[in-house]
């Protein structure tokens, strides 16, 4: 009787009752990291990324995925800039995929985070938030995973957040000359790793920081840039 | 031919009161004097015909609203519009009858009484009272409505037995015609038809006798049948004042049901709807609740006008409600794609306006490109539309991450910052006095941000964007 009641108020779980981790996984077009996350991205949930300042590269490390995964629609929710078009289309995103939503506070910005989930029709969304209380993150994480869509979480701070956020993984990124380095503190179905560094040369060559890894790269110094016409017309 | 007629004689009070339980003695008065009363008020001996102030002294707590002729003409429509689902011949008679033609419709329904009780229903679930009775013309079945007949006679015989025994002063003669015909000795309509009918029309008058003749005439009315409206629009009047805005989820859902009801016999959706508040003392004002997919259903469109109205602040008690819909559309198939995986519980038409309504309209956008070389003309932000041809993007490198301003740097890059690319000089907008000349560069910043610079010909340098 005990035990049956401790049962119900979820206090006690059998073994067989728990769903073990997803392993399905979606590529991040990134061979090391695919190859350092075991297949890449999980396939739903919700994942964080603290990002430290905005513009070190973490949408270069989504934009090949969400180029690739189009079937249904992406939505961005609050980013810290505007969103250039150009850049999104030249990366192969489909803008008419592609949804802006720019809320005035937190808890709109989760109010249709949640709904844009729970809709169905969306298979990616990025939000920019400044924190997740354990209570939203696993709201969530509990929406992404059942309408299959995978949800990514940045934020500004250098760390992540605490430990005890219910997110299929966390991470944390460092810009390094070549791209990122990652700092992977959870990621459902892994043990612990050590930090991944992902290459983006390849895809963003003229991003990448002259001398480390393109030695044909003749560095520009600031002194012997042209000139401007000092009068315009 | 068989005719049917239906008489509402408190139609504009039953409306009323039917929002709301209500027990206590009402009345509608016109010009002093009381028009239509509610069984509380009869009870209490207030008749139609007493002045105001007797029945006022009659009942102290009484309820008194004024009588408009005008919001009981458009309920009779509104009604009308209803019956129009079970009967295909109607004809309005304002302000308070309702004629139906029923022979063509009983082959239909398989006789009077299952047609009879289908029409019955709309009529008990808007708490109506009412009269009725079936006749072999027109004016006979009014005349018997209006008299309180209440039955559903088949037999030409009967009706006109039940006519001839009905007396002069029921019916619905002018009150000088029948006074004269009294005097006459003449105290039912029997009577009245048996004299002679050029002798009734030298002494008392023409109209007498068209109003003989037209109780045999079996032959539709000489005003054009009732046709419903292409479009929505109903005005729903309220007991009493609204001051919260959750609180008008209960006339609304009364209209959106009835919306639903215009919309779903004849295969359509409306694509917005126009809701109008009307105040007390101010100006009325009108609210546009969208949904680019177009939806029928009550329930989706409560929804979305809640999500609506939660942010709308009252400037004043709300008197009245009404509804009328913006575009409607034919149904289309919900779904194009037939094997897509996680069935999705909401379209993205729907899923966006649910959010428009929240958020207001301009939060949710989508973003398309424009053919200019000025990087922050280069793309706009827009209202979502389901079919666009986006247009080729341009091959330069962009950051990803655009300032709508660009920020002015304190500090001119020093050797610190790590020049990646440029100068990419971009000189345009001479031609509509927004002209820009700078030279672009990709700088990484000593703390790793890949920054998109520009230096302008008086040497200041701004950052605009990112390379997130």
Partial sequence: MVLLQLEKERLVWRARQVAGPDHRRQSSFYPTLDAHLQGGWPHSGLVELACGPAGIGELRLLLPLLAQAQSRLQVWINPPAELNGQALAQHGIDLSQTLLIRCQNPQQALWSAEQSLNSGCFSHLIMWALRLTAPQAKRLQVSAKDNQALMFWLHSQAEPSTSALPVSARLSLAPVATGLRLQIYKYQGLWPQHPCQVDMHELWPSLATPGHSSPHHVPVLMNNIVALPSKLW | ?468
């Avoid at chain 2, 072999?136 to 037995?161: F, I, K, M, W, Y």
């Avoid at chain 2, 037209?214 to 007991?239: D, G, I, K, N, V």
């Avoid at chain 2, 008690?317 to 198939?333: D, R």
């Avoid at chain 2, 990484?444 to 302008?456: D, E, M, S």
């Fill in chain 2, 1 to 468: 031919m068989q005719w049917l007629y239906l008489y509402f004689p408190s139609l504009q009070l039953d409306s009323l009161l039917h929002q709301q339980a209500y027990n206590q003695a009402c009345v509608l008065v016109h010009k002093n004097e009381v028009v239509q009363t509610n069984p509380e008020a009869r009870q209490l001996g207030i008749k139609i015909g007493t002045g105001l102030a007797q029945a006022a002294l009659l009942c102290a707590q009484l309820k008194v609203i004024a009588y408009e002729s005008k919001q009981e003409q458009r309920l009779l429509a509104q009604l009308a519009q209803r019956l129009y689902q079970t009967s295909a011949t109607l004809y309005l008679d304002p302000p308070q009858g309702l004629l139906l033609q029923t022979s063509d419709m009983l082959r239909l329904y398989k006789g009077l009484a299952p047609y009879w009780q289908q029409l019955q229903q709309p009529l008990m679930e808007r708490g109506l009272h009412y009269h009725y009775a079936s006749a072999h013309s027109p004016l006979a079945a009014q005349v018997l409505a209006r008299a309180g007949n209440d039955r559903l006679l088949t037999n030409q015989d009967e009706a006109t037995r039940l006519l001839s025994q009905l007396p002069i002063h029921r019916a619905g003669l002018d009150h000088k015609l029948s006074l004269q015909l009294e005097r006459l000795g003449l105290n039912t309509l029997g009577q009245a038809q048996a004299l002679p009918r050029s002798a009734l029309g030298q002494r008392l008058g023409q109209t007498l006798v068209t109003f003989l003749q037209q109780l045999e005439t079996s032959s539709a009315p000489s005003w054009p049948a009732y046709q419903p409206p292409e479009r929505f629009r109903q005005r729903l009047e309220l007991l009493y004042e609204i001051e919260h805005s959750t609180a008008l989820r209960f006339p609304l859902k009364r209209l959106l049901s009835d919306l639903e009801a215009f919309l779903a016999p004849r295969q359509l959706r409306a694509a917005g709807l126009s809701l109008g508040l009307e105040y007390q003392e101010h100006a009325s004002e009108r609210l546009h609740i969208g949904c680019s997919d177009g939806e029928y259903r009550a329930e989706s469109w409560l929804a979305l006008s809640m999500l609506r109205l939660e942010q709308l602040k009252l400037q004043a008690p709300i008197i009245a409600v009404s509804l009328k819909t913006k575009g409607q559309m034919p149904w289309a198939p919900l779904s194009a794609q037939l094997f897509e995986p996680p069935g999705g519980k909401l379209t993205a038409g729907q899923l966006i306006s649910r959010l428009q309504s929240k958020l207001g309209d301009h939060a949710v956008q989508q973003v398309y490109l424009q053919d200019d070389h000025r990087p922050e003309r280069s793309f706009y932000q827009g209202l979502p539309q389901s079919h666009y041809q986006s247009q080729q993007a341009t091959r330069a490198l962009r950051p990803s991450l655009l300032f709508t301003l660009p920020q002015a740097l304190n500090h001119k890059p020093d050797h610190r910052w790590c020049i990646l690319s440029g100068p990419e000089r971009i000189q345009s907008g001479w031609w509509d006095n927004v002209s820009i000349c700078r030279d672009y560069f990709i700088a990484r910043n000593p703390i790793g941000q890949v920054c998109w610079l520009f230096r302008t010909p008086r040497e200041e340098w701004f950052l605009h964007g990112y390379f997130s």
